[in-house]
């Protein structure tokens, strides 16, 4: 066995460790060699120990920085990360995954919470749900000032529709403040 491991790496001369350096796996390597997984474990670790992944395969960047696949997808396709591409397959450098870091570690641009790396929102969880209730504290002053000035317009060109929701959420302010002035009890 141990023959046919030299015999192997003298034939292949290389490529087992350049392909462990550009990120493949020890199956890729297996099919490509044609010797077992276990193997190639072996011949790197008997003749090339120093050899470590430069660039590893989407799925294993994923793995090290602890998110989703899918994820880090999503971040490639936004522009935020440039790995390579070799033979079809994304690979991330050390530089790539230093990058996908910092795009992960976000925090929520409205209370500076972190954002979960998991997920796929601007805010954190508290303040997603806040702005789905009303986005108004979130715009910037410019953006309030505009919708004020919109709402007002609105108003002049609907007086009828506009007294009728002044008088709705009105109603509906006084249910809440009865809601919780029972809550209080
Ligand atoms: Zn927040």
Redo the contacts with the bound molecule.
């Keep these: 066995m141990a023959k046919k491991g030299i015999g192997v790496v003298q034939v292949y001369d290389g490529l087992i460790p350049a392909m462990r350096r550009e990120g493949h796996t020890l199956e890729q390597i297996s099919d490509r060699v044609g010797v077992t997984r276990q193997r190639v474990h072996q011949i790197l670790k008997k003749f090339y120990p120093d050899v470590q992944p430069i660039a590893l395969v989407e799925y294993r960047a994923a793995e090290v920085i602890g998110c989703s696949t899918y994820r880090l997808a999503i971040l490639r396709k936004q522009g935020l990360l440039h790995p390579k591409r070799v033979n079809f397959y994304f690979r991330y450098s050390r530089e790539d995954i230093k990058e996908a870091f910092l795009a992960l570690q976000r925090s ?6 972190p ?1 979960p790396l998991k997920n796929q929102i601007k ?6 749900a ?1 702005y789905r209730r009303n986005s108004y504290p979130f715009k910037s002053e410019e953006g309030k000032r505009k919708q004020l000035l919109a709402n007002a317009s609105w108003r002049e060109r609907h007086p009828e529709r506009a007294k009728e929701i002044a008088k709705k959420s009105s109603k509906a302010y006084r249910k809440r403040q009865k809601e919780r002035s029972i809550n209080q009890c």
């Design positions: 929520c641009p409205h209370c500076g919470e954002v805010y954190c969880l508290k303040c997603s806040d």
